[in-house]
């Protein structure tokens, strides 16, 4: 779930679809866009274990702009609500942070970019962080960029 949201942001896909939708209209402001999805099920795997959710939802709220001259941005971010986990051996835990991403584009230079980060915290009873994904990367149109990846975790699928 948490994957299906991010994937839906390719760079490729992005920028054809927001220029599709953009076009259509000569400038665009909308407000943001307000969505909320279970997430139970879904399986962190990480270099020493791996949790299942096993309540909570991922609330997601996504905004996009435009310009008449066909420059685009958007953002989306991701958050964890009452998202509760288990491990192999059934300790429960909480998963707390964001995932934050967005893509700019400018029409007449035919350029843009995208930068997500991903930071979730995977919590035990106490508080205190067990495992955590830790990932940030930044492209450009051309498909040249990074990731930095500092995580023991992996993004669910």
Not at 12 to 36: D, K, N, Q, R
Not at 74 to 89: I, K, N, S
Not at 126 to 136: L, P
Request: net charge negative; proline share 2%.
């Amino acid at each position: 779930m948490i994957m299906r949201y991010f994937a839906s942001t390719s760079l490729a896909g992005l920028a054809l679809g927001t220029s599709l939708a953009l076009a259509a209209s000569p400038a665009v402001a909308a407000g943001a866009i307000h969505e909320e999805e279970s997430v139970v099920g879904d399986v962190f795997e990480c270099e020493t274990t791996t949790y299942t959710i096993t309540s909570g939802t991922l609330k997601a709220v996504f905004h996009e702009g435009g310009s008449a001259s066909g420059n685009f941005n958007f953002t989306g971010t991701l958050t964890p609500q009452h998202v509760t986990l288990v491990d192999e051996d059934g300790n429960s835990y909480r998963l707390g942070g964001a995932v934050w991403f967005g893509a700019t584009g400018n029409a007449q230079q035919e350029t843009g970019q995208e930068t997500f980060t991903a930071h979730l915290n995977i919590l035990a009873k106490g508080g205190g962080v067990v495992d955590k994904v830790s990932q940030t990367g930044h492209f450009n149109f051309e498909g040249d960029g990074f990731v930095f990846d500092k995580g023991t975790c992996i993004l669910p699928d």
